[in-house]
């Protein structure tokens, strides 16, 4: 999951993901945030790191899965 700062230029985030091993799944509009898949063969925290190094990045994370409770 990854949020890119709001003065980011939407046109740009395309080309970034695809130079970052990644690719849309699904973005959520109201939050500004990409559900993103690897494609590039790196660890989830490999990835994150390397987002996580960009200004252009509010954060980043992976997807956390949650479980209900019985």
């Given at each position: 999951?990854?949020?890119?700062?709001?003065?980011?230029?939407?046109?740009?985030?395309?080309?970034?993901l695809?130079?970052?091993?990644?690719?849309?799944?699904?973005?959520?509009?109201?939050?500004?945030?990409?559900?993103?898949?690897?494609?590039?063969?790196?660890?989830?925290?490999?990835?994150?790191?390397?987002?996580?190094?960009?200004?252009?990045?509010?954060?980043?994370?992976?997807?956390?899965?949650?479980?209900?409770?019985?």
């Amino acid at each position: 999951m990854v949020k890119f700062k709001s003065e980011f230029p939407k046109e740009r985030i395309p080309p970034l993901l695809e130079e970052m091993g990644t690719q849309v799944i699904r973005v959520f509009d109201n939050l500004g945030v990409y559900h993103l898949r690897i494609t590039s063969g790196e660890s989830t925290e490999a990835v994150i790191q390397k987002f996580s190094l960009l200004k252009e990045i509010e954060y980043a994370e992976p997807n956390y899965k949650r479980k209900g409770l019985n």
